[in-house]
Structures are given as C-alpha cells and as structure tokens.
C-alpha cells in the first residue's frame, strides 16, 4: 500500500520564489528521501533524512521530518525554470522505498 | 558512462506476446529493483535482488519473473502481455541501507 502523501499535488510559482512539498506517511521509518524526476526521465535522488534527524540542508534544498507527526517537508529556495518537475518522497520501511504519488513544480520565467 | 542503464528504452508490442527488459549497474551495488510507474505517475516496487537473491516480491502476477544473472544485472521477463502492463518500468540500485537509490531512465512499455 502506498505509504507517503505529497502536497499539494501541483504547485506553480515565479522563478526566484521558494516552493514548499509536504509529505506525510504511515509507519515508522528508517529514513526518508526526495527524489525529482523531470518529464520523460528517471528519477534523481536529492537528499535523504534519516529518522533521528530533523533538518538537512544541501544547496538550495531544505529537508525537515517530524517523526511524531510522521511528515516531512522539502523547500527549494530561489527556485529556477530548470527545478520543473516532480517531487516524490519515498520512506525507507519495509526493505523497499515506497513512494508517494508527487507533486508537480512548475516554475515560470 | 552511465550508472544504470536500462534497454529498450521504448517498447511497444502486441497482447500475448513475450518480452523482456535488461538492466545492468556499474556501481558495485549490492541491491536492485525493478519499480513500476503507471499512468499518474504513481511508482510500485515489484521486485528487489540483493546479491542475485530475491529479497522482495510484491504482489505481481506471475507472468512478470526476474532474473540476476549476477549483482549487477537484473532483468524483467514479461510472459503474454497484456493491456494493463501498459506503464514505465524503472530499474534502480542502492548500496545499502540508508543510501540514496540510482535509477535508470527507464523503459515506456506499451501494448497494443
């Protein structure tokens, strides 16, 4: 059964403004990751959190989880045409990660 | 030189027929999946091999089978097609626990 939620399940934003995805899942978890996966390709792996941690940061991206309220959340700051894409966050659980079904970024010029 | 590659990248064959997907990493990982992405876009884990054995094996009919030859090879045999196997098929590879996966670029299967 599918285990993370992103939200919302589309955004659109200017270049230059910062995009907020949530993601909330089901059981507990080893770690949890966000993966971008532009039109046509596979997926990218972005950045992984694990479960004692509560924020990560690489470049741009922020990753925090919340173990208590089983969510998470990844912001892309200053945010450019080329991050369009889709956004999935996948737990690590059960041996496998098991997705959720993504948000849609569409940043404009 | 890419990390996983899979091959074909499109496939479109008929209902009934036999095909099958290959897939190979040059990571030295242990592990490898083979995931399904359907129509919107939601990713399904199918299979997972670690070291040629099979780890995981969700709920898939049995026309689908895996096949590891060795570690860094896992490919997706599909025995008489049909309508709804119509999806994006993604092979990935990770070390091991708490490591990001490496995915391929995927192979867009349709049946007609």
């Known amino acids: 059964s599918q285990q993370g939620e992103e939200d919302p399940q589309a955004l659109s934003i200017q270049e230059g403004e910062n995009a907020t995805m949530n993601c909330s899942y089901k059981t507990s978890i080893n770690n949890l990751q966000w993966y971008r996966q532009n039109s046509g390709r596979g997926l990218v792996h972005l950045i992984l959190i694990r479960s004692n941690e509560r924020e990560k940061h690489s470049g741009r991206l922020r990753v925090t989880l919340d173990t208590s309220k089983k969510s998470s959340s990844l912001l892309i700051t200053a945010s450019r045409a080329a991050d369009t894409a889709s956004y999935f966050c996948?737990?690590?659980?059960?041996?496998?990660?098991?997705f959720g079904k993504g948000t849609m970024l569409l940043v404009s010029p | 030189d890419t990390a996983v590659s899979q091959t074909p990248k499109y496939l479109v064959t008929q209902m009934g027929n036999d095909k099958s997907i290959k897939c190979e990493q040059n990571l030295g990982h242990d592990t490898m999946y083979w995931y399904k992405q359907d129509s919107k876009k939601f990713l399904k884990i199918m299979f997972s091999?670690?070291?040629?054995?099979?780890?995981i094996n969700e709920t898939v009919p049995n026309r689908f089978s895996p096949k590891s030859p060795d570690k860094a090879h896992l490919n997706l045999h599909i025995n008489s097609l049909e309508l709804g196997d119509s999806a994006v098929y993604f092979c990935a590879s990770s070390q091991q626990a708490n490591y990001g996966y490496t995915f391929g670029s995927g192979t867009r299967l349709t049946v007609v």
């Open positions: 996948a737990t690590d659980a059960l041996g496998a990660l098991t």
């Open positions: 091999y670690n070291n040629k054995e099979l780890i």
